[in-house]
């Protein structure tokens, strides 16, 4: 019995020896094909290099107490674009939506048009002493944010999100009257340390879009993907920035792919939610990278450009008020008033 339970052991670890090597093995090839650079739409690169998923997973699953977990959908990246479909000589090749997709209603063909402001930020800290022009004009100290919290809640304004906004704009579901939707650019860490306590404080959701492969290089600046998680976990809209947060416009089929459809399938990965929307970075986009976006699943995307009024005919055109850092509440109040009349 000893020697039967002695070979049966020793043959376990044989077999956990060899699951480990083809793990490692598998990890080192995708390393490598990420270290390569060049990215190629075959080559697993953009939807693997995002997420290092079991992990992190793991990791997040026994830090966060997901209030409302969802079964775990592993995503698979690269089956979802078929072989047939690669081949394809059209200008505009179609992407099997990931197994995480979830459709969009089938839209009841009412055209909506709605005022809501989107709000944009980006850091949530003061400047320091050395910041440049730019970063300063990013960055709403805390107290300016509260500021802004209260001067909404005064107003009488519901904080909501894409997804009902979305919702409301194809299939007429209802949304808050006087809504209101914050969204927070490039996953900053200031966001979770000094937004998100404010928001949740005053009963607020934001909607926060993330660059994942700053996430997973755990740049000291931008979150975590357990502080990603975390937001999510407790209420937060989580939506992607992109990758590497490159200009989309004008890029090849193949390089869009792996921007948007890798950094989707890496959040979703930590989320067990699907990514609905994106944010373009720095504001550039064309039509094939709508295209794109559409095929591998998302609903919308929001944009650089000013305005208010978004409209069920351009769910990858929503316009947002940017808040810059050097308003005052009476800036503030001035053009958020000003784009809500010029919608
Ligand atoms: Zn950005």
Redesign the pocket.
Known sequence: MPGLLHRFSVRRGVLVLLLSLLVVGTAVLVQAEVEGGEPTFGSQTGADAGTGVSHVVTLSERVIPFAKRRPLHVPTPVSTVTSSVMSMSTPIRMLLPSPTSVPLPTPDGTTRRIVVPILMY?HVAVAGPDADAIRRDLSVSPAAFEAQLRYLIARGYQPTTLTALMMHLQVGEPLPSNPVILTF??GFKDQFTNAYPLLKRHGFVGSFFV?TGFADEGREEHMSWTEIAFLHANGMEIGS?SYT?PSLRGKSFDYIVWQVLGSKEAIEARTHEPVRFF?Y??GQYDQRVVDVLRSAGYWGAVTLEAGSLQSSQRPFEFRRIRVRGTYDLKDFDHWFNHWLANP
């Open positions: 980006h650019d490039d660059i920035h947060h944010s970075p720095s």
